[in-house]
């Protein structure tokens, strides 16, 4: 029986560590599915079709998010959230720069 949970004990953290990996890297790759917003709209000097007010949306709402990573220092949710913040102001200067 002792051997059993220990067994299952080694599991679930295996499990966990294949999740917190699989969660950091998610923090970086997350934020960058929108480069190719922002690489669109600085190649073309065109932001048609590209909403400021979502995008700010975005970033007033990404700072509760952020605010409560750094209350429970949760590191993948910060880092997601600042990259997301700086890619919602690369998009959003770009609006502003081509609208």
Do not use: C
């Not at 922002?38 to 970033?59: D, K, R």
């Not at 990259?83 to 502003?96: E, K, N, P």
């Amino acid at each position: 029986m002792i051997a059993t949970i220990s067994q299952n004990l080694k599991s679930r953290r295996r499990t966990a560590r294949a999740i917190d990996n699989a969660m950091a890297a998610a923090a970086i790759v997350h934020p960058a599915t929108a480069a190719p917003q922002a690489i669109q709209i600085y190649e073309t000097h065109n932001s048609a079709g590209v909403a400021p007010l979502t995008w700010l949306s975005f970033m007033a709402i990404g700072t509760v998010f952020l605010a409560y990573g750094l209350l429970h220092k949760i590191k993948p949710m910060i880092v997601t959230q600042v990259l997301w913040f700086v890619m919602d102001a690369v998009i959003l200067t770009g609006v502003v720069l081509y609208s």
